[in-house]
């Protein structure tokens, strides 16, 4: 072990030229911050699941309601009822029980990726030896708006992404089953309103969000500027003048704002058009089939009302595009607050590939641990001595072995 520790200095050494010459590749900047939220994937299907079958009961409480309005009508006997009166009461239980339990997974997700990201982010910054740039007020504003707005995108964007596919293709099938023509209006309404609308929201979000985030972090700036110096504003003078511009200041992101509220309200009147498009294809499909004897009444009233409920799934995708592109925005900006480490890391992950003796392995912490040997801190994703093939005892520190060895 210890001829394996004395040949990672001369590893390193032999890596410095690749090191050098290794283009940074540019990536996603959301994606480069994902995994300093530390979210399990499990937790995340586990989220869209309880989701998913929230709005099932959704869509079959319409559905079956419908269904048992119409047969009522024709007053047959009451046992054939039964089983539809049962499942309405199952699925509107089901329905508040299930979004409860997913609101409760989402956030679980969502806050404990907060809490991750805004403690890697601290523990980067204090590693980091380059002077800081920013204002305060700035800094500020991106260590809590921009970490808000990052872990935002699990709850706010990627859930109900997830969820509003798979339960529109349940859908579509539904209604594909009963009446073909009507499942395929069914889709491209649903094309409109979960693809069309959020593009239109992401584009003019592309066009505020840029702009919101600036004046958001001048007013941060601004404001911890009158609170901490306002003794020596007054006394130069400047004071007055500091809050004209803090005024001013506000004034341009209430503008901001009431543009991406424009924005949220044409995503809404078009996601309202194309639920009334929906049901009108539906109706003009169904009719002539109906009359023709190809289609039950009882069917004709499922396929009339249940897109009302299939529409819930993605009303809230346009919020959702403009939050994926408010938390790659926030990404942006604390990636320039964070050392950049991407050609190490890929230099890093070459050697313990190419090792040939298996003592490198790969690893992802989510803090640094204790020093190596008496050496540096453990980072947190890097390239770790595996002391031949003992297994590792926890995440921070050494091995077991190691440790006894040192």
């Known amino acids: 072990?210890?001829?394996?520790?004395?040949?990672?200095?001369?590893?390193?050494?032999?890596?410095?030229?690749?090191?050098?010459?290794?283009?940074?590749?540019?990536?996603?900047?959301?994606?480069?911050?994902?995994?300093?939220?530390?979210?399990?994937?499990?937790?995340?299907?586990?989220?869209?699941?309880?989701?998913?079958?929230?709005l099932t009961c959704a869509i079959g409480l319409a559905a079956v309601a419908a269904w048992l309005v119409a047969r009522a009508s024709q007053m047959p006997p009451v046992l054939t009822l039964s089983v539809a009166v049962v499942s309405v009461r199952a699925f509107g239980i089901g329905r508040?029980?299930?979004?409860?339990?997913?609101?409760?997974?989402?956030?679980?997700?969502?806050?404990?990726?907060?809490?991750?990201?805004?403690?890697?982010?601290y523990e980067r910054l204090a590693e980091d030896d380059r002077p800081v740039t920013v204002r305060r007020g700035e800094l500020?504003?991106?260590?809590?708006?921009?970490?808000?707005?990052?872990?935002?995108?699990?709850?706010?964007?990627?859930?109900?992404?997830?969820?509003?596919?798979?339960?529109?293709?349940?859908?579509?099938?539904?209604?594909?089953?009963?009446?073909?023509?009507?499942?395929?209006?069914?889709?491209?309404?649903?094309v409109l309103a979960g693809v069309v609308t959020p593009w239109l929201a992401a584009r003019a979000a592309a066009r505020t969000e840029a702009r919101g985030a600036t004046v958001r972090g001048e007013v941060s700036a601004v404001s911890l500027e009158l609170l901490e110096e306002s003794a020596a504003l007054r006394v130069t003078g400047r004071f007055d003048a500091r809050l004209r511009d803090l005024d001013a200041a506000d004034a341009r992101l209430s503008a901001v704002a009431d543009d991406g509220a424009r924005t949220s309200g044409l995503a809404a009147g078009l996601g309202a058009l194309a639920q009334g498009l929906a049901v009108l294809a539906s109706l003009a499909f169904g009719i002539p089939a109906a009359l023709a004897g190809s289609l039950s009444p009882e069917a004709l009233t499922v396929i009339v009302l249940t897109p009302l409920a299939v529409f819930e799934a993605t009303a809230g995708l346009p919020a959702a595009a403009v939050q994926l592109h408010r938390s790659r925005e926030a990404a942006r900006r604390l990636l320039v607050l964070l050392p950049a480490d991407g050609s190490e890391d890929q230099v890093a992950r070459a050697d313990c590939a190419s090792d040939p003796e298996g003592a490198l392995s790969w690893r992802t912490s989510p803090r640094g641990g204790s020093g190596q040997m008496g050496g540096p801190p453990w980072p947190s994703t890097g390239c770790r001595w595996r002391c031949g093939r003992a297994p590792w005892s926890r995440w921070r520190g050494r091995p077991a072995s190691a440790r006894r060895r040192c």
């Open 140 to 190: 500020l504003a991106r260590i809590g708006q921009d970490v808000d707005d990052v872990g935002d995108v699990v709850v706010r964007a990627l859930i109900p992404a997830g969820i509003a596919v798979v339960t529109s293709l349940g859908s579509v099938v539904l209604l594909g089953v009963l009446l073909p023509a009507a499942g395929v209006a069914l889709a491209l309404c649903l």
């Open 1 to 54: 072990m210890i001829d394996q520790v004395s040949q990672a200095p001369a590893r390193a050494a032999a890596s410095e030229p690749r090191r050098a010459a290794a283009p940074v590749p540019r990536r996603d900047p959301l994606r480069r911050v994902l995994p300093l939220l530390e979210v399990r994937p499990g937790k995340v299907a586990a989220a869209i699941t309880l989701g998913v079958l929230a």
């Open 96 to 121: 508040g029980v299930l979004r409860y339990c997913e609101r409760l997974a989402s956030h679980d997700v969502a806050l404990r990726g907060m809490a991750a990201l805004r403690a890697n982010v």
